[in-house]
């Protein structure tokens, strides 16, 4: 079992940033696999970034490549999302997720992840 928590969430104006933490409990972050998804009023849930258990990363790349980073320490069993240059469209509920353990890396679909946080919304306006 894991237990996510997410914190950082606010409002936010264009441009602005924010950093986003995802504390586990359980069971450690490492060497476990980690992803940040979002939700928009109205939309479905969607992947932004994933970690592996050896640091290599992946993102979204049409919409949040270059502007957020994904880190983890282990030592505190805390997942990080460091959004920089936000804008009106990152405006939804960010949620952490832990994939089942035969997900593929990196995958895109809800339906493979295990353990979901709250969520922490993140509010950015014009």
């Known amino acids: 079992q894991v237990q996510l928590v997410e914190s950082g969430g606010g409002a936010v104006q264009a441009g602005g940033s924010l950093r986003l933490s995802c504390a586990a409990s359980?069971?450690?972050?490492?060497?476990?696999?980690m992803a940040w998804f979002r939700q928009a009023p109205g939309k479905e849930r969607e992947f932004v970034a994933a970690?592996?258990?050896?640091?290599?990363?992946?993102y979204d790349a049409d919409s949040v490549k270059g502007r957020f980073t994904i880190s983890r320490d282990n030592a505190k069993n805390t997942l990080y999302l460091q959004m920089n240059s936000l804008k009106p469209d990152d405006t939804a509920v960010y949620y952490c997720?832990?994939?089942?353990?035969?997900?593929?890396?990196?995958?895109?679909?809800?339906?493979?992840?295990?353990?979901w946080g709250q969520g922490t919304q993140v509010t950015v306006s014009s």
């Open positions: 359980g069971r450690t972050v490492s060497p476990i696999r």
């Open positions: 997720a832990v994939p089942k353990p035969t997900t593929a890396w990196a995958s895109r679909s809800v339906h493979d992840y295990d353990y």
């Open positions: 970690i592996g258990s050896s640091g290599e990363t992946t």
